[in-house]
């Protein structure tokens, strides 16, 4: 492969569980975004950018390596197939970029491991042994704080108040390290820099006062009259342990929003400073930026939570591409696209074949693109255009097909010619999974949630474990 024949840089910037509605510039006239309204104005915006994957790592899998989860064998967040096409990180590396990765990557193995960066500085919310945040965090906090990603298990969707202050913060010190990148970087090389947030993933957890910023009334969840018929097996079971099992309160919701939105406000406070950064030391317009998400968040709508939907607001991501021109496009996009965009842009040669992605900043007639979660008995699936999509729930053994949005109304039709030529293409699509099928007893398992108590899932900080137990004098106990 040739070396890389420009100097451009190139900043990533990515954050977890964003939904598409959130920025100001793009229409969100409650949500306080400034640093990502300037970026709205300067760059190319994807306004129908689809997830390849409704949840965390087979997204993010997708993202790196520029192909469907169907050839990747990713599929979910207990992925066990390796994947053995070449990173997007790595290429970049082999080309005499300086590569450098901060914060939540969600690997699907060797969670620590570098994957083709040259650099990682490490903060996952479940961090491994070389967390680099973890081990900042013990050198820098008089106080031992447990749950410094929010405390999950019983109050994973609660809406809570960080235990650190702003300047301790996870979504700081991404910010912090990034600009320190920046400054510290020798100059030589052109640059890759990943600055990866988890915010605002849940627990949705601002530090103090940011979780004042939205004391005002904002819309409430939208539910159509037909919501009954729009969700799927996935939404059923991810609302168990999610807290939703007897019923929706709506001062809860209301706070919820707001508690996610003051992160989304927090996490643009830092783009904010890495993009000073960058014009301080000149190099702004030399820098191609990108920004985006690995999938959304449902908030309440359909009255749900969580992800695990091919619903606009779980699978619907921002995108943006500051790269010398300005506007907004329709054609549907996906994060496979990312990999041969930003090789294009750095001028190294690939083999388009190597990838599902299309260079974005190149006018192509693709009219679809793909998402899937799970597969086999469970496997969720859709096929998006610039205007219209079709979802199946094998699990439901149910279509769905949708021509306005947001979805209220599913009008699919086995007789529909545009449902006949959308489902071939997805059954297609299926036919070519790489992964093991799963085989689940899905009639036993959705009766097994229906009829437990809430049981949340405990997912304390295993590598904090016993210090917490030395926290707690004799006479009393904790479950860990």
């Not at 680099?132 to 994973?156: I, P, Q």
């Not at 990148?181 to 990866?196: E, N, T």
């Not at 989304?264 to 030391?281: N, P």
């Not at 260079?359 to 496997?379: A, I, M, P």
Request: charged fraction near 20%; charge should be negative; aromatic fraction near 12%.
């Amino acid at each position: 492969m040739s070396k890389a024949v420009s100097r451009k840089n190139i900043l990533l910037i990515f954050t977890d569980q964003q939904r598409a509605d959130t920025i100001g510039a793009g229409g969100n006239e409650y949500i306080q975004t400034p640093a990502l309204d300037a970026l709205y104005s300067d760059s190319v915006v994807f306004q129908r950018c689809m997830t390849p994957s409704p949840v965390c790592v087979p997204a993010r899998n997708c993202l790196m390596h520029g192909v469907y989860p169907n050839r990747a064998g990713c599929n979910d967040n207990d992925n066990t197939v390796p994947y053995s096409g070449r990173s997007l990180y790595g290429i970049l590396t082999e080309n005499g970029y300086d590569t450098m990765g901060i914060g939540k990557m969600h690997f699907a193995h060797d969670g620590d491991g570098l994957h083709g960066f040259a650099s990682r500085l490490i903060q996952e919310e479940m961090p491994g042994k070389n967390d680099d945040y973890l081990a900042w965090l013990k050198e820098n906090c008089s106080d031992t704080v447990f749950d410094y990603n929010g405390h999950r298990s019983e109050m994973y969707y609660i809406p809570q108040i960080s235990q650190l202050p702003a300047r301790l913060h996870p979504s700081q010190w991404v910010g912090d390290r990034s600009v320190e990148f920046l400054q510290k970087r020798s100059g030589d090389k052109p640059f890759f820099l990943m600055a990866s947030f988890i915010h605002p993933h849940p627990p949705f957890s601002p530090p103090a006062p940011w979780n004042k910023l939205y004391r005002n009334t904002l819309p409430t969840p939208f539910v159509p009259e037909s919501n009954s018929e729009l969700t799927s097996y996935h939404n059923r079971l991810q609302n168990q342990y999610k807290g939703l099992t007897v019923g929706i309160d709506m001062h809860l919701m209301a706070q919820m929003k707001a508690f996610y939105y003051a992160c989304i406000s927090f996490v643009d406070y830092q783009i904010g400073r890495i993009v000073a950064e960058l014009k301080r030391l000149g190099i702004y317009d030399d820098t191609m930026i990108i920004f985006t998400s690995d999938h959304g968040e449902m908030l309440g709508d359909y009255n749900c939570l969580g992800k695990r939907s091919m619903l606009d607001c779980a699978c619907r991501v921002p995108l943006m591409i500051k790269c010398g021109s300005c506007e907004c496009r329709n054609e549907p996009a996906s994060l496979c696209d990312i990999a041969p965009t930003v090789l294009s842009y750095a001028g190294i040669d690939y083999d388009k074949a190597e990838f599902d992605g299309e260079d974005l900043l190149c006018k192509h007639g693709r009219e679809f693109v793909f998402s899937q979660y799970s597969n086999g008995d469970t496997g969720l699936y859709m096929i998006a255009s610039a205007t219209d999509k079709l979802i199946y729930s094998a699990a439901d053994r149910k279509y769905w097909y949708f021509s306005s949005f947001p979805e209220s109304e599913n009008t699919y039709s086995p007789n529909d010619p545009r449902c006949v030529q959308l489902s071939a293409l997805l059954d297609r699509y299926i036919a070519r999974d790489t992964a093991p099928n799963r085989s689940v007893d899905v009639k036993s398992k959705e009766e097994a949630f229906a009829n437990a108590p809430f049981l949340p899932l405990r997912q304390d900080n295993g590598r904090l474990k016993a210090q917490e137990l030395a926290a707690i004098p004799d006479g009393y106990k904790i479950y860990l």
